[in-house]
């Protein structure tokens, strides 16, 4: 029978230490695995918004789709390890999706594939965004159906004499977790800032997703090397069909007995009672009062998870190396993680618990309460970014910067404001104007100037016959990733060859088109066909320049003295360091909020609903962030850090409903109830096989068979609870 198979004891296990070897196996899995996971999302939304040239909104909302679909896939995981292959077969077959859903992660961020033109830009991008979505499906498929398999599979290894082994073992697995999450994010950026490419050098997103895959090959492989010292238990059946089972069956005995003349009962999962027994009934009513709690806690996740996608581009505006901020950044949570949790233990719970009750209830509404303050955080640092960020033209607006190309001052009338140009110099700020505006350069002589809305320009004024000017577009959006936007306004009179770090500037007119130029030391290398000089500029982060070579240019020593650099935006002024704040409270959040969580659930829990809440609970890491897709694109605010504030409104709201909730639950002993249920077994078969007694002909014969086989079932399932 299925409950001898439960009692039949395991095979012996080669042992090191006291604990089974096939666990080293396991454990090296999770660590390669996570790697694998963490290193890709890592890097993933800067792939979207770099390779794919999507934009943030849309970036954020895939990249958000993916996260709640690898938190939705660990439901169907469990099922089909309970209920058919089994834990091992679960793992490695979709250990295998998953490896290949990286490796086409990887393949699809190749652009040479499709760079038929050789100009470093893929010609067919319909085709890696295909590939990409593709990848990533199988990636979600993959992580969320072994989620809930592996640790259960390494807990399988132990004997029962083994508990403190088993206790220690889990400690390791969510160390190797947190290792392979911390290593990841601090090197896949890294990799990323790499170039790599056959024919235009860029920034090696393959070698980002390549690493990681290799990872998950290496996962499968150890663990598959492994598989002869494994104990395997086979499939028992999955307690959330069961309950749901269960639950569906009240519902419907309930929606056929709505009349009045039925006697109403104290709960409406007790019309349950005439199929399942009462164990299970009062087990499935302490898991629903536990998952009742859940539904607020999605809000807290639809913040926390904005650390991967809204903070990230929040970054790019701000002042410090984005490859090496970055990949430091992204390893402030696993960090603190490791120093918080057992801080919090030891020292500070502890010291609160000698002033008040700390619940763990209470516990998870300060978590929520403290990751609405991480967002206030990001709110006030992001309306310091605004201040240093350009006024850029709306779509009814257009803006102008003027430039002097003559060896002498001059004043100029723009719409009957005049400006003052010294020689080879230009106005300090753009002006805005709609349409068009009048200039006048000389006494008498007025040019009609026409601008397209929207857009940013420069007038360069130049000396022919007469003064004149020609007009040159401007971009109007701070450089990405923190690089700097250099373009070279030759007024030599000759063709001149500006180089800067092995790039080449491109004249289509005496205007270079923009090159993307990193922080630091920047030195230009101009040329003609005899000789050559160097100009040097200190270069910061998010910066625009348009270099003059005036006409006065001559080669020489002092050649870099007549090079003039006019600042078209000025370079990112906030440190990305004052990122941390909000990192640090968002982290401290997740520690009192997370783990006390998972630990409240598991003591409320019934000895064989476990299953359920854990599932429950990844079900709000998926629901939170399907809330961040409908927010962001419900609200449509123009400002970012409003929608920061939005986010942290609504979860101080729900954090209030939550407490309300909090203060009128009940904790409950979940082992002494199902004790007390276990004596009154007996007796309540006596009365259930009175119920199920045969009273009319073939029809309550018929009842009468579908009883006794319930009862059986019921029989079966108390001798499973019990072991």
């Known amino acids: 029978s299925a409950v001898e198979k439960i009692k039949k004891p395991k095979k012996r296990s080669v042992t090191i230490f ?215 238990n086979p499939p028992q059946g999955n307690i959330i069909v069961k309950v749901c089972k269960c639950i569906g069956f009240a519902v419907k005995n ?75 950044h992204q390893t402030v949570n696993p960090i603190l993680i490791l120093i918080l949790v057992p801080v919090m233990d030891t020292l500070i719970y502890p010291l609160i618990s000698k002033c008040f009750n ?100 420069t007038i360069a004024i130049i000396q022919g016959s007469k003064l004149g000017f020609e007009k040159f577009d401007d971009i109007t959006s701070k450089p990405e990733k923190g690089e700097n936007a250099i373009r070279v306004l030759n007024g030599f009179g000759s063709v001149l060859n500006v180089t800067v770090r092995d790039k080449v500037f491109n004249f289509t007119s005496n205007m270079s088109e923009y090159l993307s130029v990193s922080h630091g030391k920047a030195e230009f290398m101009i040329k003609d066909n005899r000789e050559s000089c160097v100009y040097t500029q200190e270069l910061g982060f998010g910066s625009s320049y348009t270099l003059i070579i005036p006409s006065t240019f001559t080669f020489g020593e002092r050649c870099s003295e007549n090079i003039k650099a006019v600042m078209d935006m000025k370079p990112n002024s906030v440190h990305m360091a004052w990122q941390i704040i909000q990192y640090f409270l968002m982290t401290t959040g997740e520690v009192v909020f997370s783990v006390t969580g998972l630990e409240f659930s598991y003591s409320q829990a019934p000895s064989n609903m476990k299953s359920v809440l854990q599932a429950g609970w990844l079900l709000t890491v998926a629901v939170g962030n399907i809330i961040v897709l409908i927010v962001a694109e419900a609200a449509t605010l123009e400002d970012q850090w409003a929608e920061y504030i939005l986010f942290a409104s609504l979860l101080v709201l729900v954090c209030i409903t939550f407490a309300i909730m909090a203060y009128f639950y009940t904790y409950t002993d979940p082992t002494k109830i199902e004790a007390q249920f276990d004596k009154m077994e007996p007796e309540e078969k006596e009365k259930r096989k009175n119920f199920d007694m045969p009273r009319k002909g073939s029809a309550e014969s018929h009842k009468e068979d579908r009883g006794s086989s319930d009862s059986s079932s019921d029989d079966e399932c108390t001798k499973q609870t019990k072991i």
């Open 18 to 232: 006291g604990y089974p070897l096939s666990i080293f196996f396991i454990v090296v899995n999770e660590f390669c695995e996570r790697f694998s996971y963490y290193g890709m999302r890592a890097v993933l939304v800067l792939y979207f918004k770099y390779f794919l040239r999507w934009d943030e909104d849309f970036a954020t909302t895939i990249y958000h789709t993916f996260v709640a679909l690898c938190y939705l896939t660990p439901i169907l995981g469990a099922i089909v390890a309970d209920s058919w292959l089994g834990k091992f077969k679960t793992i490695v077959y979709l250990s295998i999706v998953y490896a290949v859903g990286q490796v086409v992660m990887a393949v699809s961020a190749i652009q040479d594939i499709t760079d038929a033109n050789k100009d470093g830009t893929p010609d067919n991008m319909t085709l890696h965004v295909a590939l990409s979505m593709l990848g990533l499906f199988l990636i979600a498929l993959g992580t969320g159906g072994i989620k809930p398999c592996v640790a259960a599979f390494g807990g399988d290894q132990f004997e029962d004499h083994q508990e403190k082994q088993r206790s220690t073992f889990f400690s390791i697995f969510y160390l190797s977790i947190n290792a392979g999450s911390l290593i990841s994010t601090l090197i896949t950026p890294i990799l990323r800032a790499q170039t790599c490419g056959i024919h235009i050098q860029q920034e090696c997103y393959p070698l980002a997703f390549g690493v990681p895959a290799a990872l998950m090959v290496v996962a499968l492989i150890v663990f598959i090397v492994g598989s002869p010292m494994y104990n395997r």
């Open 254 to 328: 309930r929606f056929r007995h709505r009349s009045s003349q039925y006697p109403k009962r104290e709960h409406w999962m007790d019309w349950a009672e005439e199929k399942y027994n009462k164990l299970l009934i009062a087990q499935v009513k302490m898991a629903l009062k536990v998952l009742f709690l859940y539904i607020p806690l999605p809000m807290f996740w639809a913040l926390f998870d904005q650390q991967g996608s809204r903070w990230t581009f929040q970054a790019t505006t701000m002042n410090g190396n984005f490859a090496t901020s970055l990949s430091s």
């Open 358 to 457: 700390f619940t763990p209830l209470r516990r998870i509404t300060v978590g929520m309460f403290l990751a609405a303050l991480a967002f206030v955080a990001a709110a006030l640092l992001q309306i310091q970014i605004d201040e240093t960020l350009p006024d850029f033209p709306s779509s009814t607006e257009s803006q102008v910067k003027f430039i002097n190309m003559v060896n002498r001052d001059l004043q100029i009338e723009a719409d009957n404001e005049t400006i003052s140009l010294k020689g080879f110099g230009a106005n300090e700020d753009y002006l805005t104007f709609h349409n068009q505006f009048t200039l006048v350069l000389e006494s008498g002589q007025q040019n009609t100037v026409n601008l397209a809305n929207g857009t940013r320009n």
